[in-house]
């Protein structure tokens, strides 16, 4: 850290100081401030644009055309869109997705936030607990799927189905993975499991941010947990639990590593979201054109979940 | 919080967090097992064989060291690369004044929120058509330039609360807008680096698609394990020990570094002095 210099400015210089470390007061500016800020952005400008701004234009782009494989592109302007619309496999794959993402959501946040509001009354004595839940954040959504492949299993092999005959429920056991539904159970599941660990950590910082004089107050009025829990807590901590939320929308409605892992889509494509429609198009079968506009409509989606959060962003860019 | 904490409630929240983690211990346990006792479902410990086998047979089939060091050279390129330039970025866009800056920073700051199969089809066909594809730099470009979403975004808002005397006194002092962001922003900027850093680690080390589709023959370990995957249930012990080799380093990383993960939370809150 630099000395900080004690003596006073010269007149002028406060009035021309804008906040920005520009030219020092009567020293020559051996550099404009845009050519400066040109060459700190540089590597910024390059990487961002190569790899974000001319893949979505592109994307775009490739959404009108008809190429497959390696045969000659061919301009068929809203084709790809509306075959996408009369495609029955796609349009169930809309479905699969709103079902997955919502189910998801309503899982991990629902768990994740009360945990965190049972938390607060003990935060001491269940940090190790907390640790032991948060921890699959470090885990990535490819092992979750493999770790829960093994749960899944059919026959008696499968812990889910050991467990269900050991409590007497054995006409619920099932070949998890093999029906469309409970493949799709199986799929909010995982996910769920993998990704409680956000909504854990931002509504447990929104809960600890309530002040103590009014769970105080409340604890004096000879308030119950539950009670202070439902009527002041819940309402105080809903800014983190709604970041949480939203987060967890997004980043469901995006997935692909875990439906590739756990189900490849399957059985008989039942569980295909629209992100892995876009890379079954696109990659395997090398319908390009077919699966960027199947991307753009992952791309709408998305953007419609955000609207809010990038009007936000958008206001307090300064 | 006030008064004694109910019984009730430490039971509760303990028994969610031991059933978190019987998935894990599951597979820690299959990766042990002898395959006919992995049948048997892998929590028979009583009359299961425990087996080193699995482990011998992945080390000796698979290319397993190799992608450990393909995971770590891509992650740490792909690191290191971001929590170099983000913050240049940030500080730039924050005290510099220059033609469409803000412009520039809604579009940075709102890609967060674009999927990655947004890059895969134009990616694809460019690292084809210029031979980048089974390059490791075909992956490290796109994890760093969609890092720049969100790391960005952090190091700004770290910014906001720093304190603008300093900035001022180095300007005073003759330095200018690189020196000081080199001599007096950066030496301070040490706790948002670092979020960016442990997220970036754990999400390149995590991901499976890019990888997947942008190298062939030197793969990463998710990659691998997708590999390992690719036959069905026979080889579910082989599957336990690549999820476990895949998942232990991230793990770790994460465990060591959670306290900051909840500091790191209230970003805002961040000044030093």
């Not at chain 1, 092992?143 to 429920?169: C, E, H, K, Q, T």
């Amino acid at each position: 850290m630099s000395a900080v210099d004690t003596r006073l400015p010269p007149p002028g210089a406060r009035a021309a100081h804008r906040g920005s470390p520009g030219p020092a007061p009567g020293r020559r500016a051996w550099m404009p401030e845009s050519a400066t800020a040109l060459l700190l952005l540089t590597p910024v400008i390059l990487l961002f644009g190569l790899s974000v701004i001319y893949p979505v234009i592109e994307t775009l782009r490739i959404s009108f055309w008809e190429i497959r494989g390696l045969g000659r592109p061919r301009f068929v302007g809203f084709d790809n869109y509306l075959r996408l619309f009369s495609d029955p496999v796609f349009l169930g794959t809309l479905w699969t997705t709103l079902i997955f993402t919502v189910g998801v959501t309503i899982v991990a946040v629902t768990i994740g936030w009360t945990i965190a509001l049972l938390c607060a009354f003990a935060p001491r004595q269940t940090s190790i607990f907390r640790l032991m839940i948060f921890a699959t954040f470090g885990i990535s959504e490819a092992v979750a799927g493999y770790i829960w492949i093994g749960i899944f299993r059919p026959g008696d092999a499968g812990l889910l189905n050991g467990m269900l005959s050991a409590i007497g429920l054995a006409d619920l056991a099932q070949p998890w993975l093999g029906g469309a539904n409970s493949a799709l159970i199986a799929l909010i599941i995982t996910a769920a499991w993998s990704a409680v660990g956000l909504p854990l950590l931002l509504s447990f910082a929104s809960v600890q941010a309530i002040p103590r004089s009014i769970l105080e107050a409340a604890y004096m009025d000879g308030a119950k947990p539950l009670a202070m829990m439902w009527h002041i807590m819940v309402p105080l901590s809903l800014p983190g639990a709604r970041v949480a939320i939203f987060l967890t929308l997004l980043s469901s409605l995006r997935a692909f590593d875990i439906v590739f892992v756990l189900t490849a889509g399957g059985p008989a494509r039942a569980t295909e979201t629209v992100g892995f429609f876009m890379y079954r198009e696109s990659m395997t079968q090398f319908n390009l054109g077919y699966g960027a506009a199947a991307t753009i409509i992952l791309l709408i989606g998305v953007l419609l979940v955000s609207t809010p959060a990038i009007a936000q962003r958008t206001k307090g860019a300064k | 919080m006030t008064g004694r904490a109910p019984k009730w409630i430490i039971i509760v929240v303990g028994f969610v967090g031991c059933l978190w983690i019987v998935p894990i211990i599951g597979i820690v346990a299959t990766s042990l097992q002898t395959t006919d006792s992995i049948a048997r479902g892998w929590w028979h410990f009583g009359e299961n064989t425990f087996s080193l086998q699995a482990w011998r047979t992945v080390w000796q089939t698979y290319p397993l060291a190799g992608s450990l060091w393909v995971s770590a050279k891509i992650t740490l390129a792909a690191t290191i690369l971001t929590m170099v330039t983000a913050p240049a970025a940030a500080y730039t866009f924050h005290y510099l004044r220059f033609p469409l800056r803000r412009l520039w920073l809604i579009i940075i700051i709102n890609a967060f929120v674009l999927p990655q199969q947004v890059v895969i089809i134009p990616l694809f066909q460019l690292w084809r058509d210029v031979g980048l594809l089974d390059n490791m730099g075909a992956v490290i470009i796109p994890f760093v330039g969609l890092s720049y979403a969100w790391a960005v975004f952090l190091v700004k808002s770290f910014l906001e609360d720093f304190p603008k005397e300093l900035i001022e006194a180095a300007r005073i002092d003759g330095c200018g807008p690189i020196r000081t962001f080199t001599q007096v922003v950066l030496p301070n900027l040490i706790s948002p680096i670092a979020a960016c850093g442990i997220l970036q680690f754990l999400w390149c080390w995590n991901t499976l698609l890019l990888p997947m589709l942008f190298l062939r023959s030197d793969i990463s370990l998710t990659v691998l394990l997708a590999r390992i995957a690719g036959t069905y249930d026979p080889n579910l012990d082989q599957q336990a020990v690549a999820a476990i080799v895949t998942a232990v380093i991230p793990l770790c990383i994460f465990l060591l570094f959670q306290k900051q993960f909840a500091a790191g939370n209230r970003v805002s809150s961040g000044g030093k002095e």
